[in-house]
């Protein structure tokens, strides 16, 4: 992986993102923003929930910060990154416009994306085969409203240890990762989108949705979820070797790394 100082720019084949849930208060745009400035791609995949449509219908909210990341990622596609937009469930108005480009982003319901070292990888947001999603909608924007709540939460939490001089931490993960059901829904998530690809004859999946960032082996499948920018703000990325990392940005603007 490269190395660089905080004035260079950090150059990988492919980035993934997804869920940031623009229109949202506890959207964390500014440190995407850091994210963005940093790292340049040859190709990049918005992987759902970029817009939050459901929220903006409760109460609109769209401070400056998140028209600047439109306008990042817009400039980034002008100057020759490939940007491709598969909409999610928070963000399904724009499934109208699969197959379609708007300011040089390309809407696609899902792709094949190949990797420097010749894997073949289904991408998609994940939502359509979420069985709550599918079949009990109205149990989901409930869960979408208690979610809400414990983000609000989270934010004021965080807002206390910004005073007291610590550093950013998710509380709604750390929940997820402690609840027994929470795990088990994420494991069952990982293990359907894997028998999909199977099904689909490639090598692995990106996704998105479950907010849970990871690069793991689910039986044959290599399974990979670009993670969030409410919680944990992560990204996939793809170095030019092909190799695949999972990137976690915190508030000073450094990033740790995981494969």
């Known amino acids: ?73 817009l400039r980034k596609s002008r100057k020759g990154t490939r940007v491709i937009f598969i909409p999610g469930n928070h963000d399904e108005f724009l499934r109208s416009y699969v197959g379609l480009e708007i300011g040089d982003i390309e809407l ?64 709604s993960a750390r929940v997820k990762q402690k609840v027994k059901q929470a795990v088990q829904i994420i494991s069952d998530f990982e293990y359907y989108l894997a028998d999909i690809a199977k099904r689909r004859q490639v090598d692995g999946v990106v996704c998105g949705h479950i907010h849970h960032a990871e690069i793991k082996p689910v039986g044959s499948i290599l399974y990979c979820n670009d993670g969030d920018w409410v919680e944990s703000c992560t990204a996939l990325v793809e170095w030019f070797d092909g190799r695949l990392e999972i990137i976690y940005w915190v508030s000073d603007g450094q990033s740790a790394h995981a494969t």
């Open 108 to 171: 696609l319901q899902d792709d094949i994306h190949i990797t420097a070292d010749g894997k073949k990888l289904l991408v998609m947001h994940g939502d359509e085969f979420d069985s709550v999603i599918a079949y009990a909608r109205w149990l989901t924007h409930v869960g979408d409203y208690i979610y809400m709540k414990l983000l609000t939460l989270n934010r004021w939490l965080n807002h206390v240890r910004q005073k007291m001089g610590l550093s950013y931490w998710s509380l």
């Open 1 to 73: 992986m490269p190395i660089a100082d905080d004035e260079q720019t950090i150059q990988c084949r492919t980035i993934w993102l997804s869920d940031i849930h623009l229109g949202t208060r506890d959207c964390k745009a500014e440190f995407l923003l850091e994210f963005l400035r940093r790292y340049d791609a040859e190709k990049i995949y918005l992987v759902g929930d970029i817009i939050d449509g459901w929220s903006l219908r409760r109460k609109w909210y769209w401070p400056t910060a998140h028209s600047t990341v439109i306008q990042k990622i």
